[in-house]
């Protein structure tokens, strides 16, 4: 049963250090999304990666943000430095996309919950 | 830019009884649209998508949705709810492009389902 896996699952960090989150997409899968879910958002795109290169990051805060894909086995999310309204759950999902922008289907992992005291 | 809406915030359904959630879209050409459910403290799963084709979709767990064009709707029915469909219901649309697509979505704020017994 492929999934996608994040780590960690949970996070509780002080205002100012560096937070990364980890991605494993489901094998085979070339797109990578991250999303954020916060109670007053809802779910917001921050980054996608297609074959590793980022197609799209606008809705990524880019003084402290950085989202990057080493290898297409892991993507990595970071924030440094961390501010406490960064609290969040940060969720990663992956599809197969075809041509030049599709991505059908995105399969979710479940999320790290991130608390920036 | 496209959006969505999910007017209801929560619905209290009692068990057995028949389900509508509501969701209306807003996008200029041929939306990709989807629904998501998610448990407490977990990841987001793939109900249904609707793409092209037939305007009333099948998905898993026994719901469906009709997209209707005319109204910008996209609302996810099930005929006979069960305690374990208590969670928070997510629609969401994905921008068409040449050749289609989908790619990251922007998702309503999201429908919380309580059952009652």
């Known amino acids: 049963d492929a999934r996608v896996t994040q780590t960690p699952r949970h996070k509780v960090t002080e205002m100012g250090q560096e937070v990364t989150m980890r991605c494993q997409p489901i094998?085979?899968?070339?797109?990578v999304f991250w999303y954020r879910q916060t109670m007053m958002q809802g779910l917001e795109l921050l980054a996608y990666?297609?074959?590793?290169?980022?197609?799209?990051d606008s809705g990524m805060p880019k003084d402290r943000f950085s989202a990057e894909m080493p290898d297409a086995t892991l993507a990595t999310l970071k924030i440094q430095p961390s501010e406490p309204r960064d609290s969040a759950v940060y969720f990663c999902?992956?599809?197969?996309?075809?041509?030049?922008?599709?991505?059908?289907?995105?399969?979710f992992g479940p999320g790290t919950r991130l608390t920036v005291t | 830019a496209q959006s969505v809406t999910q007017p209801d915030i929560h619905i209290t359904v009692s068990e057995g009884a028949s389900l509508e959630l509501r969701c209306n879209y807003s996008?200029?050409?041929?939306?990709?649209l989807f629904w998501y459910v998610q448990s407490p403290g977990q990841g987001l799963q793939l109900l249904l998508k609707?793409?092209?084709?037939?305007?009333l979709v099948q998905g898993i767990k026994g719901f469906e949705a009709e997209f209707k064009r005319s109204q910008s709707s996209f609302n996810l029915r099930k005929p006979s709810v069960h305690w374990s469909d208590a969670a928070e219901y997510f629609c969401?649309?994905?921008?068409?492009?040449?050749?289609?697509?989908?790619?990251?979505?922007?998702f309503g704020k999201g429908t919380h389902l309580i059952i009652q017994p």
């Open positions: 999902a992956s599809g197969l996309g075809r041509g030049q922008r599709i991505s059908y289907e995105q399969y």
């Open positions: 094998l085979g899968h070339n797109t």
């Open positions: 990666f297609r074959n590793r290169a980022p197609l799209d």
């Open positions: 996008y200029g050409a041929t939306p990709y």
């Open positions: 609707y793409f092209s084709g037939d305007t």
């Open positions: 969401a649309v994905g921008a068409s492009y040449g050749g289609g697509g989908a790619d990251g979505l922007t």
